[in-house]
């Protein structure tokens, strides 16, 4: 049975640690403006934990009052967005605080997108002040997915994205599906540990944006948490090579 947190559990947690809230439902790429109870509820959680971070999803999930189960895909066009950014800067300024944009896993390629995704996130950043939300995972399986190289999608997000504006990463296992005769397919499930290609990226990124805060997400199949200890640890040993690095640097100069 999946345990309710209650409010006195999220009051101790707080009191104790800082505190980073992920959205899922503030449908950001809908071409209606975010629910306002939803909305407002979330601004009275802002308010009583102050939280170091606040972060949600460039896809869209809501739909005249129906709200779906999943992220569904925005093209990337100066259509979408212009609604992007009316809908981020709506949500700043009922919170009063910046937000953060994660980008998501992608299945498909939207032939009518006209921009990259990293060009859509940066310009997103560029007129409204918002940060983004790294997720290593979901950019390699989206680069897999459309059969382009993790690598060069990579570095191409971080040529495009101030580095700056990168507040935090997220990390995640994926899975693969192999439904003959189609090709294989990279499916973003939280299920499983972080492959030696997703580490290899992460380390890259660590590179360009420093050690921020990194969240590794396991929500499905979850493992004992001796597991869950060792991946937190890889993450914690490639963040202290990077501090490593950068106090070599500044001696050597």
Not at 49 to 73: C, E, K, Q, R
Not at 159 to 165: C, G, I, L, Q, W
Request: aromatic share 6%.
């Amino acid at each position: 049975m999946a345990h309710v947190v209650l409010l006195s559990e999220l009051d101790a947690i707080a009191s104790e640690y800082p505190v980073s809230l992920h959205c899922v439902g503030l449908s950001l790429g809908s071409v209606t403006l975010p629910e306002s109870t939803h909305l407002h509820r979330l601004r009275e959680l802002v308010a009583r934990y102050s939280p170091d971070l606040i972060s949600d999803h460039l896809a869209w999930n809501a739909v005249d009052g129906i709200h779906l189960p999943d992220f569904l895909p925005l093209p990337y066009t100066e259509e979408a967005l212009r609604v992007v950014i009316r809908n981020v800067s709506h949500v700043q300024d009922v919170l009063q605080r910046q937000i953060l944009i994660e980008n998501p896993s992608r299945y498909v390629r939207l032939p009518e997108s006209t921009l990259s995704e990293a060009e859509f996130l940066a310009q997103v950043v560029l007129r409204t002040g918002c940060g983004v939300l790294l997720d290593v995972n979901n950019l390699y399986v989206s680069a897999r997915n459309q059969e382009v190289d993790p690598t060069q999608t990579l570095a191409h997000f971080l040529d495009t994205v101030s580095a700056e504006s990168i507040r935090e990463v997220h990390l995640a296992g994926h899975s693969i599906l192999d439904r003959a005769p189609c090709r294989s397919m990279l499916l973003d499930d939280h299920g499983s540990r972080i492959s030696p290609e997703v580490w290899a990226l992460y380390s890259a990124a660590l590179g360009a944006v420093g050690p921020v805060p990194t969240l590794i997400e396991w929500d499905t199949r979850i493992p004992l948490f001796n597991v869950l200890e060792e991946e937190a640890s890889i993450a914690h040993s490639l963040m202290l090579e990077v501090v490593d690095a950068d106090a070599h640097h500044v001696v050597a100069a």
